[in-house]
């Protein structure tokens, strides 16, 4: 059966999703035509008639010179299968993948809003390139995607937070976004063991003939082990004011009287942070923890030093 009810909700498989969509477009096409596009049999296309009849798609086939399949003017999917909020949520998040540079999400969207019969609401852009129309990153999105659904071992050169500098090879599981930044959950083959990779940091990616089974497990004990969190404390100069609206939520800032900001964020404890706040330059001061003050003073004594 090509058909089959799943919670409610109807799903075609990839031959009869086709050939409702066909004449949604056309609302009519002969057996023959439909049997040379798939490569089957015109006994196969009338079966599969059956079968959409059967699930109630208002198909048909009609003889004669001028006769065909065909499908009743004005059809769109059963609204009682899928409910208009379903099918827009359905939709909205087909728009997100679709700007995650994928084709197949593209064609999936176009399928979906004409079987809806609704008009697609450009809602959302995810652009990964950066200002300087540098297409180097959404290249890297595309390579990392395309291995984790093909299950393909991919190697790259990594930086880690210190610079170092480390040739990988790992199984790719999944691309995580977290605070401001996309990383990438895998096994890494080097270590003997699961972790998570900056993607900004990853350069020189290459798809390797490799295929892996491996799965993301339940719980990621990685994650907790390379993120020691910190409740930090910042005052930061009024002049900063565009930064502190655009990069904190407004629950973490506090205006003081004299117009200066009061922000209190979690945070990784790494490399990562004390390059954060050291962005900020003469316009920040860490007023908790003191280990997170005294590091940071002890980086901007070498940073003088670099001028002396």
């Known amino acids: 059966m090509g058909l089959i009810l799943v919670g409610g909700i109807m799903q075609l498989n990839n031959r009869l999703f086709e050939i409702v969509y066909i004449l949604m477009q056309k609302r009519k096409i002969t057996a023959k035509e439909l049997a040379d596009r798939f490569e089957v049999s015109t006994r196969t296309i009338y079966r599969d008639i059956e079968t959409l009849s059967r699930a109630n798609i208002p198909i048909?086939?009609?003889?004669?010179?001028?006769?065909?399949?065909?499908?009743?003017?004005?059809?769109?999917?059963?609204k009682t299968l899928i409910s208009e909020e379903e099918q827009n949520q359905i939709l909205f998040a087909l728009q997100g993948m679709k700007n995650v540079r994928g084709q197949n999400e593209k064609d999936i969207l176009d399928k979906l809003s004409l079987l809806f019969n609704?008009?697609?609401n450009d809602w959302i852009k995810i652009d990964f390139s950066n200002w300087s129309k540098d297409d180097m990153q959404e290249n890297r999105f595309e390579i990392i995607k395309s291995a984790i659904?093909?299950?393909k071992v991919i190697k790259f050169t990594y930086y880690n937070s210190n610079g170092e500098e480390s040739?990988?090879?790992v199984e790719p599981l999944q691309i995580w976004f977290k605070?401001?930044?996309?990383?990438?959950?895998?096994?890494?083959?080097?270590?003997?063991?699961?972790?998570?990779?900056?993607?900004?940091?990853?350069?020189e990616i290459e798809i390797l003939e490799e295929h892996f089974e491996r799965k993301l497990p339940k719980e990621n004990k990685e994650e907790r082990r390379n993120f020691n969190v910190i409740e930090l404390e910042l005052e930061i100069?009024?002049?900063?004011?565009?930064?502190?609206?655009?990069e904190f939520e407004n629950e973490e800032i506090t205006k003081k009287s004299d117009g200066n900001f009061v922000v209190k964020v979690k945070y990784p404890e790494n490399e990562w942070v004390y390059g954060y706040i050291l962005s900020f330059g003469e316009y920040t001061k860490v007023?908790?923890?003191?280990?997170?003050?005294?590091?940071?003073?002890?980086?901007?004594?070498?940073?003088?030093?670099?001028?002396?």
Not at 289 to 299: R, Y
């Open 118 to 120: 609704k008009k697609i």
């Open 237 to 246: 100069n009024s002049s900063m004011a565009y930064r502190v609206y655009d």
């Open 167 to 169: 040739i990988r090879s």
């Open 60 to 78: 048909y086939a009609s003889k004669g010179k001028d006769g065909g399949i065909c499908l009743l003017d004005e059809y769109v999917l059963n």
């Open 287 to 308: 007023l908790a923890p003191t280990k997170v003050k005294e590091i940071v003073k002890e980086k901007l004594k070498k940073t003088l030093n670099n001028y002396l």
């Open 149 to 151: 659904l093909n299950k």
């Open 179 to 203: 605070d401001k930044a996309w990383y990438l959950i895998s096994y890494c083959r080097n270590k003997k063991d699961y972790r998570i990779f900056k993607i900004a940091r990853i350069k």
